[in-house]
């Protein structure tokens, strides 16, 4: 359960090596230590997360996770509520890929949809159905500004988050009744692994402030939100410029 | 032989305790599924909300509840989150509310688990009977009151709720319904079942024994302290004179008048006391609800401006005064003038903060409310009370030694600064209110409550399979 104040009990993280997403589960574990599903690929980064976390007093399990092993999902996810609830549930895998080799290469840009969009599809089913039948609980989905409006630099995959985007922000509604805060959580630029060598974006930020941000949202009960927050209000001015002057813009 | 009084018409008396007749045509109790929160107004999730109108219909209830089990509700008075059962199936207790018998010689009284205390104080008095232990507010329900074990202000002498339960009727979790006492053979489930938070089973029937009281009023001595260390010093000593007694005190004034607040002690008022006016009609139920609060307060109503208005207009408002006559409203339930004030709140809700600490341990008190003041947290109703002895059961809150409540609203910290007040009482060998609790860890209950295991064995011989569950009992790690 999620108490008064909002702190979960048990946290399930698909995308187990997500900079963001371990910030997040980290970020919350220092506040108190929880039960924690990390659902991954195993590896070594995967085994260093799960030892940070114990260190922090959590009980950290770890799961077989391939995002573009669709017909696996609805098992993992079963499988991560069979030890009991999930108080909390982000969706944090992804792929950015080379935008120029995604647009012109068939399969680069088939796997950017499937993992980005297809496979966030399938396991926000499976976790919608399993916290419809919980009666509470949180799911965040990580977005992406890149979704908001498609740029000529990153089109592909802001796409598949255009998509992502759209799937979770209907499931917000689709859960409310069933006692269940789905939030949205658009990032901009976050230096991470997998931005490792692009040139950062203004107002560039880092996992650890976006996991503040996942926090935050989960324990107020926000179904939207930017990271950093200002870009909230960039973006709204970005989403109307006209598209001869939005070409010309250094993004 | 008693002369039984008072009879409320009851159709279905003679048939309570037994199976329904299949012959009978049968409608099936409510059900809808809704969103349940606690008064703290924290934490709501869904679930199927049932209303049965018998024990039969109860029974059934529970033989088909799911998964994620069952648990009775009464009328949401608990702070946080013991009526809720997330996914699951809540019972709506408020449909089984007859009084079925009040017997005016000896006292006793025969009504059902969703009877509110305020409509059995409103049958009882004419025929000059008391419930000895009313707690800040009337909307309680029996169930809810034994399931809580809950307290008053006159703990120090008549103890909590359980104490005063002759017998009551609980519906276990194989749907068989069972009549336990407190020394009859099934003794330990009945003091499990007190202060159990609805989770050995639900109690659809109580038999009670009220007090003999000549009239409604209280006589009163209201005496404004100026310091903590004297409110308390003042408790300890002369406590025992009184029926009634609480500590009402100002959690923003600092300095000297540190802690400065308004003893509040009383006697039943005998009918000598009154005024030839109030002496027509003695036992007059005088408990007016002015006003219901609209659910329109943005977050942050309460700051430290609006906390040091509020602290000082009630420090003021009661100069020391002895023997005044007061009625219901006046002494004991000041908030139930207000329908809903939780929503003063605002939309993020409060929650209130409850512990009691071993009589030695008064200085625990000083150093909560210095922690709070630290932190920048505003509480605006500040309880402060001397408990006397505890009962027989394992998970009763109520044990010799200071009880403090305050009220915060959620907001930023204070997260932080309860995990730190939960190590202060902890060590202090104190423990929390589960019927006020809606943040802590399963650590600190079972470092609370050391006979949590007696308890859950108890629990477990009779709900084998967890058929009763809320989301308390998850939160805390209870079953």
Redesign the interface.
């Known amino acids: 359960?999620?108490?008064?104040?909002?702190?979960p009990?048990s946290i399930l993280l698909l995308g187990g090596t997500s900079e963001i997403g371990l910030a997040a589960v980290e970020a919350f574990a220092s506040?108190?230590p929880m039960r924690v599903v990390l659902a991954a690929r195993p590896s070594q980064r995967l085994a260093d997360a799960k030892a940070r976390l114990e260190a922090k007093g959590c009980a950290v399990e770890t799961v077989d996770f391939d995002a573009k092993a669709l017909d696996t999902h609805t098992a993992i996810v079963d499988k991560a509520f069979a030890e009991g609830?999930v108080d909390v549930a982000i969706v944090a895998f992804g792929l950015l890929g080379d935008n120029e080799e995604a647009w012109t290469d068939t399969a680069k840009a088939v796997e950017l949809a499937q993992v980005n969009y297809t496979a966030a599809v399938s396991v926000g089913v499976a976790l919608g159905d399993r916290l419809k039948?919980?009666?509470?609980g949180s799911l965040v989905a990580l977005s992406s500004v890149a979704g908001e409006r498609a740029r000529r630099s990153n089109f592909v995959y802001g796409s598949t988050k255009a998509g992502l985007d759209a799937f979770y922000t209907g499931l917000t509604e689709a859960l409310r009744?069933?006692?269940v805060t789905v939030t949205v959580v658009r990032p901009g630029f976050v230096h991470t692994k997998m931005t490792e060598g692009l040139k950062p974006a203004p107002l560039s930020t880092t996992p650890e402030a976006v996991a503040e941000v996942i926090v935050h949202a989960v324990r107020?009960k926000q179904e939207l939100v930017w990271a950093p927050a200002p870009l909230r209000f960039v973006m709204s001015a970005l989403r109307h410029v006209p598209r001869p002057v939005f070409r010309r813009l250094p993004l | 032989m008693a002369q039984v009084l008072g009879r409320i018409a009851d159709a279905h008396e003679s048939a309570s305790f037994t199976p329904s007749v299949a012959w009978l045509p049968m409608t099936s109790p409510a059900s809808e599924?809704r969103?349940l929160h606690g008064w703290?107004r924290?934490?709501?999730?869904?679930?199927t909300v049932i209303t049965p109108r018998t024990p039969e219909e109860v029974a059934a209830a529970v033989k088909a509840a799911g998964r994620?089990g069952i648990i009775a509700r009464g009328l949401g008075r608990s702070y946080?989150?013991p009526a809720q059962?997330?996914?699951?199936t809540v019972l709506d207790m408020t449909g089984l509310a007859r009084i079925h018998s009040i017997d005016a010689d000896s006292g006793v009284v025969d009504l059902d688990a969703g009877v509110s205390l305020d409509t059995l104080m409103r049958q009882a008095l004419p025929f000059g009977l008391w419930v000895p232990v009313l707690p800040g507010t009337r909307q309680v329900t029996i169930g809810g009151a034994i399931g809580a074990d809950i307290h008053g202000k006159a703990h120090h002498v008549v103890g909590s709720f359980g104490n005063h339960v002759e017998a009551m009727t609980l519906v276990l979790a194989d749907g068989s319904i069972r009549e336990l006492t407190p020394e009859g053979p099934d003794a330990e489930l009945f003091w499990a079942t007190v202060g159990g938070m609805g989770l050995t089973g639900v109690i659809v029937r109580a038999r009670l024994k009220l007090h003999h009281v000549e009239t409604a009023y209280f006589k009163v001595d209201t005496e404004q302290i100026d310091n903590l260390a004297e409110l308390m010093e003042r408790q300890t000593r002369d406590d025992e004179k009184y029926a009634e007694s609480v500590s009402w005190f100002d959690a923003v004034t600092t300095g000297e008048h540190f802690g400065r607040g308004l003893l509040t002690r009383a006697n039943h008022a005998t009918l000598a006391d009154l005024t030839p006016k109030q002496r027509k009609n003695p036992l007059k139920f005088d408990a007016p609800q002015l006003l219901t609060v609209p659910d329109v307060f943005p977050p942050g109503m309460l700051n430290r401006v609006t906390g040091r208005l509020f602290s000082e207009l009630w420090y003021r408002k009661s100069p020391t005064k002895l023997g005044a006559i007061q009625n219901i409203t006046q002494f004991l339930h000041p908030l139930d003038i207000a329908g809903e004030w939780n929503r003063g709140y605002g939309p993020?809700?409060f929650?209130q903060y409850q512990f009691v600490v071993p009589p030695e341990r008064g200085d625990v008190i000083r150093t909560v409310l210095e922690r709070m003041t630290e932190a920048g947290q505003v509480s605006a109703l500040n309880v402060l009370k001397r408990f006397g002895e505890g009962n027989r059961a394992p998970l009763s809150f109520p044990k010799p030694g200071w009880t403090l409540c305050v009220d915060i609203p959620?907001g930023p910290g204070?997260?932080?600064l309860?995990?730190e007040l939960d190590r202060i009482v902890l060590d202090a060998g104190g423990r929390h209110y589960l019927a006020k609790e809606?943040?802590?860890?399963p650590e600190a209950i079972r470092r609370g409550y050391p006979r949590l295991e007696e308890w859950r064995a108890v629990r477990t011989a009779v709900d084998p399979a967890g058929v009763f569950a809320s989301?308390l009992a998850?939160?805390l790690e209870l079953i």
């Open positions: 359960m999620i108490d008064a104040v909002g702190n009990q506040d108190r609830d039948q919980q009666g509470h009744p069933f006692g107020t | 599924t969103t703290g924290t934490a709501p999730t869904v679930a994620r946080g989150d059962n997330a996914g699951g993020h809700g929650l959620i204070l997260n932080e309860c995990e809606s943040r802590t860890t989301d998850r939160r």
